[in-house]
């Protein structure tokens, strides 16, 4: 029997089941460099304006499933396997070779991320496929759906990301230095690939060359890596490194306008601008520890001749649980369920419109039950409840700090929890 993958060895950018020098890792290597890239992204769009966020936003995804910023969410990233981009007849191989969620938790600050294998087995239409194929054959929607049924989760948003784009990327932030360990000389006529690094030097790596850096696996001798991707994770998580390093540094502001060119080239999302901005702002406190990366793991398996990865849910409950619990969810840690909550929304000022918009956050939050009104002018903000488990979960996902005991008037009696948005009331959230 074949050996299970080893969990403890296992991160985000190991890639199994590969031959050669496969160039599908160089999708993963991208997620950490996006996250840390995000920072200038955000600092650019205050200088170049929202017209920047919006060249990246699709109008071919699905709509997201929108949740506040104080809520967790998961982001599924694909790299898309379509060959070299320049070739008009590559352009047609729909395959995401790279499939990775990404799970922020604004309560921790921290962000979890999961890559899954390719070869994972799934069923279509009666059919043994690799999840892969999972969007040549139904799109967005499928992709997402077999994703979220492998990892028990609901995924609120999608990136994409095109092959050219890690090329891009590292040539709009100037390259990175890297000094190199072992011989590196491995030649491909049928891919137009060329690698050639001597142990010793140190070379700074544009965006061809850091391709090639991961791609290799082997020289033309045989002689390469003991461990074949358990080794070759080694020099990609040196490069991530220099990545993020480079990418946090002040003086990166001056490349600004470059990165956003090859992101909104090379990206597409239907994150809005505004979700974009949002969770920008919120990654810029992450700390570098509070990043964790691993992959599903399963057993090796070849069925009428073709290899797959036979996910077992039971050995990967560590992965599994760790998502859920830190996924949203219409539950509050603490409290009532939010879709049992009867909620009235209360304009107490002058500015139109004021409940329908936190109503409509709320909504977005889970809770399910929202009506609005209008009320006497105040100058406070407070929440009326009877009710502690309810007052608790509203209180974890509303910015008022005011409560009081909800009296018996006539028109509050159909509702758990009254919302009174005063002159004071400032962001939903916040």
């Known amino acids: 029997m074949r050996r299970k993958t080893n969990k403890k060895r296992d991160t985000v950018f190991s890639k199994i089941f590969k031959k050669g020098n496969d160039s599908t890792t160089v999708f993963e290597k991208l997620v950490l460099g996006i996250i840390s890239l995000i920072i200038t992204f955000v600092i650019v769009s205050m200088v170049s304006g929202v017209y920047a966020l919006m060249k990246v936003e699709s109008k071919s995804m699905p709509s997201g499933a929108s949740v506040s910023f104080n809520q967790p969410v998961n982001i599924l990233l694909l790299g898309m396997d379509i060959g070299d ?64 049924n492998l990892l028990n989760i609901n995924i609120n948003y999608i990136v994409k990301v095109d092959y050219n784009a890690f090329r891009e990327i590292i040539d709009a932030i100037g390259g990175i230095e890297m000094k190199i360990d072992r011989n ?32 290799w696996r082997k020289n033309n001798d045989g002689s390469g890596l003991a461990n074949g991707d358990l080794d070759r994770i080694e020099n990609q998580q040196k490069f991530i490194s220099k990545v993020i390093e480079k990418c946090t540094s002040p003086f990166m ?29 919120k990654f810029i406190g992450i700390k570098k520890e509070n990043v964790t990366m691993t992959t599903v793991s399963g057993t090796p398996k070849t069925i009428n001749g073709e290899s797959f990865l036979i ?34 929304v209360l304009n107490a000022t002058k500015i139109n419109g004021l409940a329908a ?9 889970g809770y399910t039950k ?32 005011e409560n009081d005991e909800k009296d018996n008037k006539k028109e509050y009696k159909d509702y758990d929890v009254i919302i009174i948005l005063g002159k004071d009331f400032e962001t939903f959230g916040k």
């Open 370 to 401: 929202v009506d609005t009104g209008n009320t006497e002018l105040s100058d406070k903000s407070e929440i009326l409840s009877n009710d502690a488990d309810k007052l608790k979960t509203i209180k974890q996902d509303l910015n008022i700090k």
């Open 184 to 215: 590196m000389i491995y030649d491909d006529e049928g891919q137009n690939l060329h690698i050639n690094f001597k142990a010793g030097e140190t070379v700074t790596l544009d965006g061809k060359k850091a391709e090639e850096f991961f791609r």
């Open 253 to 281: 502001i001056f490349r600004s306008p470059k990165i956003m060119t090859a992101l909104g080239d090379n990206v597409e999302t239907n994150l809005s601008p505004t979700d974009i901005l949002g969770y920008g702002f």
């Open 85 to 148: 981009p320049k070739q008009v007849n590559n352009q047609s191989i729909k395959r995401t070779d790279t499939i990775i969620v990404a799970n922020y938790n604004p309560q921790t600050k921290s962000i979890r991320i999961v890559s899954v294998p390719r070869d994972t087995l799934i069923s279509i239409n009666d059919r043994n496929v690799k999840i892969n194929s999972a969007y040549a054959i139904g799109g967005y929607p499928k992709i997402k759906s077999e994703v979220e």
């Open 311 to 344: 996910v077992d849910k039971n050995e990967n409950k560590d992965i599994l649980s760790s998502l859920t619990s830190s996924s949203a969810s219409n539950k509050s840690t603490e409290g009532a369920a939010k879709d049992d909550i009867r909620i009235k």
């Open 357 to 365: 918009k936190v109503a409509k956050e709320l909504n977005d939050a």
